[in-house]
């Protein structure tokens, strides 16, 4: 079959190097793609976020199978423009999609469906979310968390420890620093604990589990500095115990699913539940409606070519009659970043050292911001390079990854040297 993936980071890489090892797929298509991509699929140019431009290709090129990697073309309708037009998709509507777009749609669920997440309110009137953090910090010495509603690229949260920067925050959020996403405000409990990540498929009514995931959010070691985009991962995460998974699917994705279809906007896709664990139970943080980057990097290194069968399984309702074959692995991807990263960076400097690198199906640089020039290979992004390994136990999917990170030659690059202390 004719495989279309729509985005271009180490997400879509990872993605389309586990769809390629399965014989199913014929021709594989990337939009856009990346420098890394470009060397295991066809790179194409596409408005991926305009579903009539995105059905039109599929057309055009008689595509099979649109797998959408980013939340934008998810939230923007490409999914029910490919149902309409009888491509195979897999990815959610729109309107499941909110349960990422919309911060307060997915509380709103939560609340539906008894599913345990941080107390919470939404607030369109600045006075208000004002007034609101100032009563709470005047009965409680613990930070509060303020929200843009909307889609803000994983940006729009700020965790305020004093009431100053809460106020700050409620400001920047309806002063425009989201755009529209900040016009609605949810501000909510801070829920202490540890953070794991628990991925799941869904075709409307079965949940099938493919993994858990820890991600590293701050850019400096032990978890210091700024938020990332992520700044490496590992799978399986231990702090996400088999009990505490059953207690995870029991108590709020299987709810939450069921509370999805009862409102007529079946969730299809898989479904990324962000849990803080504190005590031996687990609350709802946040869904995103995609898989995690870098987290797919180590699911689809673990899952190979078996995803393929699976994410078709989901887009065609068969999950029920699906397993995941499992093999007593661990993986890990440590992300290379242009110097500077998160904050300004250069792009453009070269990377040396890949085209000797071995890569098979223990090993593998999946390429996030790569594209060539003048046959050289550059950064063109923050996130540039996800070193990716699998081992027997962690600690050796850990050296090999740092091995690999130690081979490449990139000046312009840095990376955390500490992924995956948590679990070792
Ligand atoms: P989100 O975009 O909702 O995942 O938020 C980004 C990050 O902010 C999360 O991964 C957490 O580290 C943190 N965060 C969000 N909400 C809360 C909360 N209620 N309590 C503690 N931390 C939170
Ligand atoms: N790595 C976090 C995310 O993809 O949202």
């Known amino acids: 079959m004719n495989i279309l993936v729509l985005g ?17 797929c014929d021709r594989l298509i990337v939009a856009p793609g990346n420098a890394g991509i470009a060397e295991i699929a066809e790179c194409a140019t596409l408005d991926a976020a305009k579903p009539a431009l995105v059905v039109r290709f599929c057309e055009e090129n008689a595509v099979d199978f649109v797998v959408i ?11 029910d423009a490919l149902a309409e037009a009888g491509i195979a998709a897999f990815g959610p509507s729109a309107a499941a999609a909110r349960l990422e777009s919309s911060k307060a749609f997915t509380k709103e669920v939560c609340d539906a469906c008894g599913a ?6 939404r607030f369109t009137d600045p006075a208000e979310a004002k007034a609101h953090v100032r009563a709470h910090f005047e009965a409680m010495r613990a930070p509060i968390v303020v929200k843009a509603d909307g889609l803000a690229a994983g940006k729009g949260v700020v965790v305020a420890e004093s009431v100053d920067d809460a106020v700050a925050a409620v400001e920047a959020m309806f002063a425009g620093a989201f755009g529209e996403a900040g016009a609605s405000v949810v501000i909510e409990e801070f829920m202490a604990g540890e953070e794991a990540s628990f991925f799941v498929l869904v075709d409307g009514e ?17 978890d210091t500095g700024p938020n990332t985009g992520g700044m490496g991962a590992y799978s399986p995460a231990p702090v996400l115990t088999e009990a505490l998974q059953e207690q995870v699917l029991a108590r709020i994705i299987e709810p939450t699913v069921a509370e999805m279809a009862r409102r007529g906007s079946p969730y299809r896709g ?4 962000g849990l803080m664990i ?28 078996q995803a393929l069968d699976l994410m078709l399984a989901c887009a065609e309702g068969r999950l029920k009659d699906c397993a995941v074959s499992w093999a007593e692995d661990h993986a890990i991807t440590v992300v290379m970043a242009a110097r500077g990263y998160p904050g300004d960076y250069e792009k453009g ?13 223990w090993r593998m640089v999946f390429h996030a911001g790569t594209a060539r020039r003048d046959g050289k290979l550059v950064a063109s992004g923050g996130r540039v390079l996800n070193v990716t390994a699998r081992g027997d136990s962690l600690q050796a999917a850990r050296d090999a990854a740092y091995a690999m990170v130690d081979a490449i030659d990139w000046p312009g690059g ?3 040297r500490d992924i995956g202390w948590r679990a070792l």
């Open 414 to 416: 840095f990376c955390r």
């Open 278 to 305: 504190d005590a031996g139970k687990a609350r709802l943080v946040e869904y995103n409606v995609r898989f995690g980057d870098p987290e797919a990097q180590v699911l689809m290194m673990r899952l190979g070519a």
């Open 270 to 273: 898989v479904l990324y539940a």
């Open 69 to 79: 990697g980013p939340e934008a073309p998810l939230a923007a309708g490409v999914a």
């Open 349 to 361: 400097s070269e990377i040396r050292g890949l085209d000797a690198m071995p890569e098979d199906s």
């Open 116 to 121: 345990p997440t941080a107390a919470w309110a």
């Open 8 to 24: 271009g980071g180490g997400r879509e890489h990872a993605l389309a190097w586990a769809i390629k090892q399965n014989p199913k």
């Open 206 to 222: 079965h949940v099938l589990p493919i993994g858990t995931a820890q991600d590293h959010k701050r850019v400096g070691e032990g």
